[in-house]
């Protein structure tokens, strides 16, 4: 399809363990944004690129996250040593470049550490 | 206090009635985005506003910068209505990253 895919779409880890997710823009956007969203809350921003480049990371709640956008297409958000508190969705969305273009968003991943 | 306010966070009404989600904001934006997400997580972006008013079918999108307010509304509400909407904003600095709102949950009675 032409929309904004994630994978996997669900992921279950022991707390502890490393975990990668991935998102897979729409072809041709520039902008690419990572967001999390806990239980019953709004989305929170993590990180921003503009095609390879992360233009800004200061949502990411500590070191043990880092994302990457290579050869700016697809994302890569990993986490390392898991927690239960990093339990939420984890959105993915992509925009064609500018401040006031739509954002499209993927499905999400939902991510329950135990 | 978070700079995007939504309210009422929980919204109940019967098939047909008139529904109105209001946002509030506390800073100076390019643009206003109001999303649907539905159970199960999918986001869709409804609206984006820098201005004025847009519709699209049901749906009317209004914002008022010098007040910095914005309302959804909802003409003839459906049983398929029923997602949570969430008001997101563009700020006038930095990057284009979406600040939320938490969200408000309409639940349509048929």
């Known amino acids: 399809g032409a929309g904004v895919s994630q994978s996997p779409r669900y992921k279950v880890a022991k707390r502890g363990q490393d975990v990668a997710l991935r998102c897979d823009p729409i072809s041709g956007h520039v902008s690419l944004f990572w967001y999390q969203q806990a239980l019953g809350q709004g989305p929170e921003f993590l990180t921003y690129?503009?095609?390879?480049?992360?233009?800004?990371k200061s949502g990411l709640p500590s070191d043990r996250f880092f994302a990457e956008r290579p050869e700016g297409s697809v994302s890569t958000l990993k986490i390392q040593r898991t927690q239960q508190e990093d339990s939420a969705v984890y959105l993915c969305a992509s925009s064609f470049t500018q401040r006031e273009e739509t954002q499209y968003f993927g499905p999400g991943t939902r991510l329950l550490v135990l | 206090k978070n700079e995007v306010e939504q309210s009422p966070q929980n919204l109940t009404a019967q098939e047909g009635e008139f529904i109105t989600i209001n946002c509030s904001y506390s800073?100076?934006?390019?643009?206003l985005h109001w999303l649907q997400q539905h159970p199960g997580g999918g986001i869709v972006s409804l609206f984006m506003l820098s201005s004025g008013k847009k519709k699209h079918g049901r749906l009317i999108a209004t914002i008022n910068i010098q007040e910095k307010h914005s309302s959804l509304h909802i003409t003839a509400s459906h049983p398929r209505d029923s997602a949570v909407y969430i008001c997101a904003v563009i700020s006038n600095f930095g990057n284009e990253k979406l600040t939320f709102g938490t969200g408000t949950r309409l639940t349509i009675i048929p």
């Open positions: 690129f503009q095609n390879e480049a992360q233009l800004d």
């Open positions: 800073v100076g934006i390019s643009a």
